[in-house]
T-cell receptor, first 112, second 113 residues
Framework: DTAVSQTPKYLVTQMGNDKSIKCEQN?????MYWYKQDSKKFLKIMFS???????INETVPNRFSPKSPDKAHLNLHINSLELGDSAVYFC???????????FGDGTRLSIL | GESVGLHLPTLSVQEGDNSIINCAYS??????FIWYKQESGKGPQFIID???NMDKRQGQRVTVLLNKTVKHLSLQIAATQPGDSAVYFC????????????WGAGTKLIIKP
């Protein structure tokens, strides 16, 4: 069974559209994350979220918003997509903030 | 801002030899360090972590060394195998920043047959 699963694996869309990426973890973890990995493989935290607190990286545009329907899910919604949003987006989860994070296999977003 | 860097972007190692991947970090207040392996088309996979109150930690075929004096972190992989081919990332974090990971640029490990 996949511990952290993301859908879709590939997402190709046009500039200006709104899209969502779903993430689910079956590890019973309390904390979930979203990362962006650019073409140079550089990973950057976008959000971390647990039952109590959403921590937003201040550099993330407000077009990006995480939505958590329950503890096992943290979806990423993106409004008005721009060319610079093209990247691989990773979801992760952990037992706690100071514990190892477990990653999904990523969603490759391509903006035309 | 603070960042974590890697000395070598690519490392080629003969199969069976030991690999050493190095990482420099800039924030002396960081108290948590972690290594990940990322294979092509996959997400980062946790290898080993270490806290600042330790200077060495061992796992299965891997050892992480932390030198706080020079702010240096290394990952040693014993008896490197073809399956070890991947990009390796180090990351640092500190409690005051909610342990948000700050990632290095990655080192690509290539195994020569």
């Amino acid at each position: 069974d996949t511990a952290v699963s993301q859908t879709p694996k590939y997402l190709v869309t046009q500039m200006g559209n709104d899209k969502s990426i779903k993430c689910e973890q079956n590890l019973g973890h309390d904390t979930m994350y979203w990362y962006k990995q650019d073409s140079k493989k550089f990973l950057k935290i976008m959000f971390s979220y647990n039952n109590k607190e959403l921590i937003i990286n201040e550099t993330v545009p407000n077009r990006f918003s995480p939505k958590s329907p329950d503890k096992a899910h943290l979806n990423l919604h993106i409004n008005s997509l721009e060319l610079g949003d093209s990247a691989v987006y990773f979801c992760a989860s952990s037992m706690g903030e100071d514990q190892p994070q477990h990653f999904g296999d990523g969603t490759r977003l391509s903006i035309l | 801002g603070e960042s974590v860097g890697l000395h070598l972007p690519t490392l080629s190692v003969q199969e069976g030899d030991n690999s050493i991947i190095n990482c420099a970090y800039s924030n002396s207040a960081s108290d948590y360090f972690i290594w990940y392996k990322q294979e092509s088309g996959k997400g980062p996979q946790f290898i080993i972590d270490i806290r600042s109150n330790m200077d060495k930690r061992q796992g299965q075929r891997v050892t992480v060394l932390l030198n706080k004096t020079v702010k240096h972190l290394s990952l040693q992989i014993a008896a490197t195998q073809p399956g070890d081919s991947a990009v390796y990332f180090c990351a640092e974090a500190l409690m005051d920043s909610n342990y948000q990971l700050i990632w290095g640029a990655g080192t690509k490990l290539i195994i020569k047959p």
